[in-house]
């Protein structure tokens, strides 16, 4: 299902100012933070939301049959001890639009194994500079900081496609990864999200604009599961760093490729083999990497599988 823009992203929620980490951590306590933009006060607001514990009696908590997780982790999980849950302490949350999921400098609450929609691992720096820097849906999980042994994340963790996860607290994730085979796995994934990292550092600093477009392109798809993607100009200038312009420009050639229909809120894949061949090898190596650490994404009921 296709959202409307406004109701997927709000382009403040990349290029809000951006508050000191003592500062979010003072306020965390009340709840709620809201950042504004005195320049443009029409636009929408982005509020920092701090993810709350879980809490394995909450009445939101909803234990599933295997067969409705949809996160690949959490279904690789599932065959480690034989139990449909291997993890205690999982509740079902909604993942609402602008959520901030992760602070940087602030003590995560909370880790999320994300079963639909997107949230970008976002790079930031005073006074307003951010792009995004990593994907993750239903492959993947938040937290990672906590698997290595800190508690807190130097990145913003933010919803861009609002969704569902199965949320579960800092101390039952410790506690499960006395595992060690639930540790490696974790550990796995943090190797592609390193990865993937690393490709978009390459991508963004060598790749031309059209080539980084047809990358991201494939890896929103790659998580959404479908063929439009519901985005503008503006906040694909903003995750990719450049100018609105150069977006609409380099979209138009792809365009012209017959490998994508744009309007001015939605782009729509024709031709998604021809996508990764205009990536011109941008795009591929973190996705090899999960197939060879984790498995095919292809082997997931409802995941996304395109020709």
Do not use: P
């Given at each position: 299902m296709l959202y409307a823009f406004r109701q997927i992203v709000g382009a403040d929620s990349l290029s809000s100012p951006s508050l000191h980490p003592a500062a979010l951590r003072d306020l965390n306590a009340?709840?709620?933070?809201?950042?504004?933009?005195?320049?443009d006060a029409s636009r929408a607001n982005l509020y920092f939301r701090p993810p709350r514990a879980s809490n394995s009696s909450s009445k939101e908590g909803i234990e599933l049959p295997p067969t409705s997780q949809r996160n690949r982790l959490l279904a690789h999980l599932s065959g480690v001890d034989g139990d449909p849950l291997a993890l205690a302490g999982l509740e079902r949350v909604k993942l609402e639009v602008r959520q901030v999921l992760e602070a940087p400098g602030v003590p995560i609450a909370a880790a999320y194994f994300v079963e639909s929609g997107l949230v970008s691992v976002v790079g930031t720096t005073r006074p307003n500079q951010r792009i995004e820097v990593g994907m993750i849906g239903f492959e993947g999980m938040t937290g990672t900081a906590i698997v290595l042994g800190d508690d807190r994340s130097a990145s913003e963790y933010i919803v861009q496609s609002a969704g569902e996860a199965f949320r579960i607290s800092v101390s039952d994730l410790r506690a499960a990864m006395q595992h060690p085979a639930r540790r490696a796995l974790f550990l796995r994934y943090i190797h592609v999200l390193m990865a993937q990292g690393s490709q978009t550092a390459l991508a963004n600093g060598r790749g031309r604009l059209g080539e980084r477009l047809a990358r991201w392109i494939l890896m929103w798809q790659d998580r959404i599961g479908t063929d439009g993607l519901v985005v503008t100009h503006e906040f694909?200038?903003?995750?990719l760093g450049v100018r609105r312009s150069g977006v609409t420009v380099a979209l138009h050639v792809l365009e012209g490729q017959s490998l994508i229909k744009a309007t001015r809120t939605l782009i729509q894949v024709l031709n998604r083999q021809g996508l990764q061949a205009a990536a011109s090898g941008f795009y591929g190596i973190p996705e090899a990497e999960y197939d060879r650490l984790i498995g095919p994404l292809a082997a997931s009921e409802s995941g996304p599988s395109f020709p």
């Open positions: 009340a709840g709620s933070v809201r950042f504004g933009t005195d320049q694909l200038s903003i995750l």
